[in-house]
């Protein structure tokens, strides 16, 4: 199988967040994450850039009713870096989530300045 993107984990942030949820929510996320790998085009369903914040996506999940957010960003055009993740209570994503995964982001990037 040939991708079209890769998946990198920055720190253990993402890990935490898998690694808390059920097998069945895991194979969830493996199967949107294996999309996103895979498709030239990924539906707004399955990955979604965040208003207002330039650079940061949501890798949106659902099962059983309930909504799972892991957020993202690009780097290098055909890499995709994840940060933390959440299970969503309602409609809007919550501020402190956005404003968690924007510190996250920054602290990737100047990690790379070295």
């Known amino acids: 199988m040939e991708y079209i993107r890769k998946i990198k984990v920055f720190k253990t942030y993402y890990k935490e967040f898998y690694l808390a949820q059920t097998l069945e929510v895991r ?4 199967y949107v994450i294996e999309l996103i790998k895979q498709l030239d085009r990924v539906p707004k369903s399955y990955f979604k ?5 330039s ?6 999940v659902e099962y059983a ?5 892991i957020f993202c960003c ?3 055009g055909q890499l995709v870096i994840l940060f933390n993740g959440f299970q969503k209570k ?12 924007k510190a996250i982001m920054n602290e990737y990037f100047n990690s790379k300045k070295g």
Request: net charge negative; no cysteine; charged share 35%.
């Open 55 to 60: 650079g940061l996506f949501e890798i949106r």
């Open 65 to 69: 009713g309930n909504i799972y957010r």
């Open 74 to 76: 690009n780097d290098e």
């Open 49 to 53: 850039q965040i208003e207002g914040v």
């Open 90 to 101: 309602s409609q809007k994503t919550p501020l402190d989530e956005i404003k968690r995964a």
């Open 27 to 30: 194979t969830k996320i493996d």
